[in-house]
């Protein structure tokens, strides 16, 4: 049985990204990350802030691969403790992208949006134990244009 919560994301360090050339023949896909990237690196420069991106939580509320599951895919930002040890906030876009369930009342969804936010930090201070972080850090250093980024290679062609 998979986990009631299921959250996965990619993580990109704000402070090691230079440049934000997009190509002229980019996806719009493509030209709307760059230009939240951009947001991001604008609003959190001098923080330990993270891009989060190619990110979902899923929450199973059934004993049922069937049946009641919500998806939600989340893009944004979040803000660490100086020491990079543990997540202080977020500032994600998160949307409901699928639902195995009957009709949501928007209370429900909101209060889904909310605990995704929560969920988020509990996920990446797990991801900052495990070493992950690290890891995220240093192949980011090895990065010196967006495009160099492999999940956002290709994405214009």
Avoid at 67 to 95: C, H, N, P, W, Y
Avoid at 110 to 128: G, H, K, N, P, S
Wanted: proline fraction near 3%; aromatic fraction near 10%; include cysteine.
């Amino acid at each position: 049985m998979n986990p009631v919560v299921d959250i996965v994301f990619d993580c990109l360090p704000l402070r090691l990204v230079g440049r934000f050339d997009v190509p002229l023949d980019a996806s719009d896909a493509y030209s709307l990350r760059c230009k939240r990237l951009k947001q991001a690196v604008d609003r959190y420069a001098g923080k330990n802030a993270y891009f989060l991106y190619n990110a979902r939580c899923v929450y199973r509320l059934a004993n049922s691969e069937v049946d009641g599951m919500l998806r939600f895919e989340f893009e944004g930002t979040v803000i660490a403790t100086s020491e990079d040890d543990k997540a202080e906030a977020t500032d994600l876009e998160i949307q409901l992208t699928a639902a195995t369930c009957s009709d949501l009342p928007g209370a429900v969804k909101a209060w889904f949006i909310q605990a995704v936010e929560a969920a988020v930090l509990i996920e990446f201070d797990r991801f900052v134990a495990d070493g992950n972080l690290a890891r995220a850090v240093a192949a980011a250093s090895q990065v010196r244009h967006i495009e160099d980024l492999a999940s956002f290679a290709g994405m214009h062609l």
